[in-house]
Nanobody
């Protein structure tokens, strides 16, 4: 079992930056692909960014390319999402996820955190 806990969310102004963190416990993440997904109010949960279990493959939703960066620190069992130039449409609950040998957004992610709220005001 992997337990995931997100942190770093908050309320910011458009154009600001935030860094989300997701710390894992229960098992090392070295064999897990990791991802960030978000759910905006009234919408389904969507893929934001993923990083493969090896760290060599990253994928981003078109809406965040060039603004968000996903990274992982296996020594700390943590995945990050650096968000810059935030827009109001980035508002939502951000969830991190982990999946054994996952490589991208189409992989299966069996473990999910509880989410952290990000609110961007114009």
């Amino acid at each position: 079992q992997v337990q995931l806990v997100e942190s770093g969310g908050g309320s910011v102004q458009a154009g600001d930056s935030l860094r989300l963190s997701c710390a894992a416990s229960g098992r090392t993440l070295r064999s897990h692909g990791l991802g960030w997904f978000r759910q905006a109010p009234g919408k389904e949960r969507d893929f934001v960014a993923t990083i493969s279990w090896s760290g060599g493959i990253t994928s981003y939703a078109d809406s965040v390319k060039g603004r968000f960066t996903i990274s992982r620190d296996d020594a700390k069992n943590t995945v990050y999402l650096q968000m810059s130039s935030l827009k109001p449409e980035d508002t939502g609950v951000y969830y991190c996820a982990a999946g054994v040998l996952a490589v991208g957004p189409g992989s299966t992610y069996a473990y999910w955190g509880q989410g952290t709220q990000v609110t961007v005001s114009s």
